[in-house]
């Protein structure tokens, strides 16, 4: 089965500060999913990459997957208050032969403070 | 649109008592999803529904029992449940379409406390 390992496990930053997320896979990634959540709250899409090498962003939060498909960050530049929270990374459970069986990592805390 | 809406949003039950959680989703997806989380941990897969019809339970004890009257419904039944279930529930929906990417999308959550 997939196991998704991210670090940092929590990350306290200055609001204007960049930082880095980062999601290593044992196995080859084929679909990575970037979700945030608030405590206690569902899971917000942000961000879906499949092809080795592939980059996305949304507003200030950029997505990599690297060539080898087995680790994916997420950085937010000039991070923002509302930046805070859970950052879960999540991708096929079997490598793509499982159709909809989502496994996450462990998350990562954000806080931001003014 | 992408909303997946679930009630209730707490729900406080006795180890003898019968409930259901309700999830709601009109954007035409074919999957939906149960996911059970606990404090500090990240969510963990239940139960699957593809075209209203039970693909995957996760060994799920049977005390939960998922139903999907309508593709755009998806219930969960319990019943007995154990001071150990109390967690928040988190529905998903994605469209299963071949065509583009399966994302899911998630509801806000049934936080439920068994007493």
């Known amino acids: 089965s997939q196991e998704l390992e991210q670090s940092p496990q929590s990350l306290i930053v200055q609001e204007g500060k960049n930082l880095t997320i980062n999601c290593t896979s044992s196995?080859?990634?084929?679909?990575l999913y970037w979700y945030k959540q608030k405590y206690g709250e569902g899971l917000i899409f942000l961000m879906m990459?499949?092809?080795?090498?592939e980059e996305k962003s949304h507003e200030k939060i950029t997505a990599k997957l690297d060539e080898k498909k087995q680790q994916s960050s997420l950085h937010i530049t000039a991070s923002q208050p509302s930046h805070a929270g859970i950052y879960l990374c999540?991708?096929?459970?079997?490598?793509?032969?499982?159709?909809?069986?989502?496994?996450f990592g462990q998350g990562t805390i954000l806080t931001v403070h003014p | 649109d992408t909303e997946v809406t679930q009630t209730p949003k707490h729900l406080v039950m006795g180890m003898t008592n019968k409930k259901s959680l309700k999830c709601e989703q009109h954007?035409?997806?074919?999957?939906m999803y149960w996911y059970k989380q606990k404090a500090k941990k990240p969510p963990e897969l239940m139960f699957v529904?593809?075209?209203?019809?039970?693909?995957i339970n996760e060994s799920v004890p049977s005390r939960f029992s998922p139903e999907c009257p309508n593709s755009s419904l998806l219930n969960l039944h319990l019943h007995a449940l154990q001071p150990e279930d109390s967690a928040l529930y988190l529905c998903?929906?994605?469209?299963?379409?071949?065509?583009?990417?399966?994302?899911?999308?998630f509801g806000p959550g049934t936080r439920l406390t068994v007493l």
């Open positions: 998903a929906s994605s469209p299963q379409d071949r065509r583009v990417p399966d994302t899911q999308y």
């Open positions: 196995k080859t990634l084929y679909g």
């Open positions: 990459l499949q092809k080795g090498g």
């Open positions: 999540g991708a096929d459970k079997a490598g793509g032969t499982s159709y909809g069986k989502l496994t």
């Open positions: 954007m035409g997806h074919r999957a």
């Open positions: 529904y593809s075209y209203e019809k039970l693909s």
